[in-house]
């Protein structure tokens, strides 16, 4: 049976915990600075909750270190154990973990809320290990919960978060945007739903760029001047509209050409 | 029974006629200059085709005029009918057909596009009309396909129309631009596609501003940077993903104010 340690109570560790929780794997310690959060999740996971990590079990076969980019390097120094330590970052290069032979990168790539986990088989897992060995029990781990793992270097697992960023944060911003200009009106967010859901089911089954409709891509300056006077109030978000509105039409002006 | 014609034949004709063949609607006749998607779309739904307006049934209930904005105007003042003529745009207003006494809006809130027809009865239609009895036979059409029908005056109708063309059109851009940056990459767009449905599901059963995550919102400038440098061969692209981070950073710092 494969022990493993989990550092950190934050959305990771919540989806870690609770996605090995379901498989044959062991949660032997949970780590935390945080003594509420961190004794909660232990108690979900039947784990024992430490506070420090030189309270954690040495012998479990890997340390998830599931922190933010910049405790990840403090934690990593203070980690004594002889077996694989790995991260969970996207951004964060498998070096910063260089401390330990056995080092790993476990990378799911999924907007993740510890009040409303997601299921982990349908979410990719970006795997990469300092060598052989170590790559093939953290590949073993992420087969249990997911049937999408993939290996995937540092500089690519940059671009995968990058591109995450923007069909997830920028997205949701634009949601954001939209549902404060329709509160504004008294309007509501409820009959854009629909619309929201069918953009995405769109670009999961055909290329988005054939899914491209609207104003800014058939340069129909009519419709994109009356948005513009309806933002008239509203300088933040009509510079925004400004500026994607631009990127559309430069690449399918481009097209066109 | 209700008898309707349609003039056009893109993808609005398209979804009007595939879902009022699906009810006890008769559709009269089917008016386009496109004589083969006009004769395409008579034939799928049995009904007459012509190619000029005058040749339409005088005696149909209702004419839908499913054409962009400025081909809107051209017709208006070609159709004979006195019976009632609707169009189904988003930002026109309902004073663009008043040369006809009994004029409304029909505006489905939804991107479509002919080869997918999404099914209409999610699909919140907007109703507006010049009176009530009009309105109360607009009302039962709009009954007959969709459970989501909602009176929307022509103001309001811009402002969805403006939300709808940030949540589709921006929102499908960001696709396409994280596509190119990882096929630029040799990396896979599938990867990106659980994400883009969560980020969707998210939006529709909790307030976008709850679920927003990611570098922007937490002040994390040390990954914005690395962002900014993979992007330095992108210009466009920087510039856009330096707007909207900046959009997002503005934002919820005044929530933290």
Chains 1, 2 share one sequence.
């Not at 494969?2 to 044959?24: C, P, V």
């Not at 996971?45 to 270190?65: P, T």
């Not at 200009?181 to 769109?202: G, V, Y």
């Amino acid at each position: 049976m494969i022990r493993i340690n989990i550092i950190g109570s934050g959305n990771m560790a919540w989806f870690l915990a609770d996605s090995f929780a379901k498989t044959d794997v062991s949660i032997s310690g949970i780590c935390s600075r945080n003594k509420e959060q961190g004794q909660l999740l232990a108690d979900a996971c039947n784990a024992n909750f430490v506070n420090d990590v030189a309270g954690l079990d040495d012998n479990a076969d890997i340390s998830f270190i599931a922190l933010r980019d910049d405790a990840i390097a403090l934690v990593v120094n203070q980690l004594k154990t002889t077996s694989i330590v790995a991260h969970c970052s996207g951004m964060l290069s498998m070096d910063a973990l260089s401390a330990h032979k056995d080092r790993a990168v476990f990378y799911p790539l999924q907007t993740i809320t510890k009040n409303d986990l997601p299921n982990a088989s349908h979410i990719p897992i970006c795997l990469e290990a300092s060598n052989t060995e170590t790559l093939r029990i953290v590949e073993s781990l992420a087969d249990k919960i997911s049937h999408h793992v993939h290996f995937i270097n540092s500089e690519q697992r940059q671009y995968y978060h990058l591109a995450a960023v923007m069909v997830n944060n920028f997205t949701n911003h634009l949601y954001v945007l939209a549902d404060d200009l329709l509160t504004k009106q008294n309007l509501s967010f409820d009959l854009l739903k629909p619309l929201i859901s069918e953009t995405a089911r769109k670009a999961c089954i055909s290329k988005p760029l054939n899914n491209q409709t609207g104003p800014a891509k058939r340069d129909d300056r009519n419709t994109i001047k009356k948005h513009l006077n309806l933002l008239n109030q509203n300088k933040e978000l009509k510079e925004l509209y400004e500026k994607i509105t631009q990127s559309i039409f430069k690449l399918h002006q481009q097209d066109e050409i």
